[in-house]
C-alpha cells in the first residue's frame, strides 16, 4: 500500500504565502515524477506544477513565476511554495506521484492522489 499524506493550506490574504508539503509511505522502490494538482470550484482539475526525480520542473502559465515547486528523493517528499497569492488561486490542492514497486522479479508502476488539501486566498 503506497499513500499520499499532505499538509499545509488554509487560507491566507491576497498577495501572501502558503507552503503544501507531501509525503509519500508504503512499499516504494522509486518515484518518477511527483506534482501539484488543483480543482477549483465548478472547474476541472488542472496541473499546476510538476518534478522529475531528477528535479526538472514545469509549471502552468498561471502559477509560473510566483509558485515554487521542490523535492526530496530520500525523503520522498513533494512541497509546493506559494508566494503573490491571488483569489483565483483558492482551490483544493492534489499531491500526485508516480512510484515503482518491486513486487518479487515484477515491476508495478502506480499513479498515486493525495486526500486534498484546501487553500483559500482572500481578496
Known amino acids: 500500500q503506497v499513500q499520499l499524506v499532505e499538509s499545509g493550506g488554509g487560507l491566507a490574504q491576497a498577495g501572501g504565502s502558503l507552503r503544501l508539503s507531501c509525503a509519500a509511505s508504503?512499499?516504494?522502490?522509486?518515484?518518477?515524477?511527483m506534482g501539484w494538482y488543483r480543482q477549483a470550484p465548478g472547474k476541472q482539475r488542472e496541473l499546476v506544477a510538476v518534478?522529475?526525480?531528477?528535479?526538472?520542473?514545469n509549471y502552468s502559465d498561471s502559477v509560473k513565476g510566483r509558485f515554487t515547486i521542490s523535492r526530496d528523493n530520500a525523503k520522498n517528499t513533494v512541497s509546493l511554495q506559494m508566494n503573490s497569492l491571488k483569489p483565483e488561486d483558492t482551490a483544493v490542492y492534489y499531491c500526485?506521484?508516480?512510484?515503482?514497486?518491486?513486487?518479487?522479479?515484477?515491476?508495478?508502476?502506480?499513479?498515486?492522489w493525495g486526500q486534498g488539501t484546501l487553500v483559500t486566498v482572500s481578496s
Open positions: 500526485n506521484a508516480e512510484a515503482v514497486q518491486l513486487v518479487t522479479d515484477l515491476v508495478r508502476v502506480l499513479e498515486i
Open positions: 508504503g512499499s516504494i522502490f522509486r518515484i518518477n515524477d
Open positions: 518534478i522529475t526525480s531528477g528535479g526538472s520542473t
